[in-house]
């Protein structure tokens, strides 16, 4: 069974592999939606990096991130005494990992 840092990292890696940031991009476009900090609609490049910093940010504290549109959460728990940890990032649509089971440290 992995580590809960190991089971935290697969899910970022999946979440920035699924997640639909072209949608995003274009949601953003449409809606002429730009960052304070930048000048013109941010890049899918951009986006993934905000999406990311915010994901790294629950992981290492827990609770919750938002901002540039993007929300991050991470939801612990357990069950039968198997502790679980479950990633989920927003953007106008929901992208949710199923709560993973973990080795105790």
């Known amino acids: 069974m992995k580590k809960k840092s190991e089971v935290i ?3 970022i890696d ?3 592999d699924t997640f639909d940031f ?3 991009h ?3 476009r449409a809606l002429e939606w ?3 900090d930048a000048e013109g609609i941010p890049d899918e ?3 993934r990096t905000t999406a990311r910093k915010h994901l ?3 992981a290492k504290n827990g609770g919750y991130s938002s901002s540039g549109g993007f929300s991050a959460n991470l939801k612990e728990g357990e069950e039968n005494g198997k502790p679980w940890v479950s990633l989920h990032l927003y953007f106008g649509e929901e992208l949710s ?3 993973e089971f973990y080795e105790k440290e």
């Open 22 to 24: 072209v949608k995003v």
């Open 14 to 16: 999946e979440i920035m």
């Open 9 to 11: 990292q697969d899910q």
């Open 34 to 36: 730009t960052y304070s």
């Open 97 to 99: 990992l199923d709560g």
């Open 26 to 28: 274009e949601i953003m």
């Open 45 to 47: 490049s951009t986006l």
């Open 56 to 58: 790294k940010e629950v």
